[in-house]
């Protein structure tokens, strides 16, 4: 009879692990913590590995609908959001210029997790074949001369590593939480994992893997899965194409035969469907995760639409 009460008991412990997120009890680590993410889906990123933790506050600094950071001008509130933050989480990889000498004037003793700094950078603007580069000594600023791609998240691949990255920081930095968040990391981990591997499953079976995209915001997730990216619409965000470079791009694409070419969902599609009508390739939707709901599950929900919509652009030559 106490045999099988002792089995009852731990199976009844085994089962809430797999409730979600642990928290640790409330007295563990009484000092509330302060957190800053800069981009949205580094908050979707934080979000997981804190999961219900009392006592961590998760904030983000730039609005859900900003998307890529290029020349973001920091507002007053921004200012006092960062003056009172323990610790700031980027993204890195150049991708927060903006914040290195107004972080230093607010708040100097602020601690910074950067949270690509894992993953292998990419070089940009998107070259032919990107190439890989050492890390940055300062991935606040562009240290190299030539620029690094901060789109690593697009990745699901890459965003694990980003995951892997922030739990170990916030270990570091609040050990009386440390267990929870390395916990509730390796569950996000699993899922991420889950998501790129069925990304790399349809890229691995199909006949075409070459696409075009917008811009350069793909690139870490093209070499993760095996996409081959012949073109983009705009080889500089925010600078459309001129009539010689899209007659190029037009060449190119009726050279090379893509499956498909990618718009976002953040960006007008006007020039994806003009490039469509000219060379017969399709056009459909990838979304960067770059703007949408704060919450935990966003860039889970997103790739999961991404998947569907790679299924559908390759599934001709699969």
Known sequence: MIKKFRLLFSLFFCCLGLLGPTSPPAEASPKELRLVCTILPVYCFTLNIVGQTPGVKVELLLPPTQGCP????????????????????????????????????????????LAAAGVPPISGPHPEQPKSLPKARAPLEHSHPQALNGHAWTSPLAALTMVETIARG?????????????????????????????????????????????HDGFDYLARDIGLEVVGLIQSRLGAEPSPRDLARLVNRVKIRRPAAIFSEPQYSDRMARTLSRETGVPVYRLDPVATGQPMAQTYEKAQMRNISVLRQALKGSL
Request: hydrophobic share 40%; aromatic share 8%.
């Open 70 to 113: 290029h020349n973001y001008d920091l507002t007053p509130g921004d200012l006092i959001t960062l003056s009172r933050a323990d610790l700031i989480i980027a993204n890195g990889l150049g991708m927060e210029e903006f914040l290195e000498k107004p972080l230093r004037r607010s708040n100097p003793r602020a601690k910074l997790i």
């Open 170 to 214: 916030l270990a570091q930095n609040d050990p009386g939480r440390a267990a929870f968040y390395l916990e509730n990391a390796r569950g996000y981990s699993l899922r991420l994992q889950a998501l790129f591997e069925e990304m790399k499953g349809i890229t691995a079976a199909s006949r075409n893997n070459r696409v075009v995209t917008f």
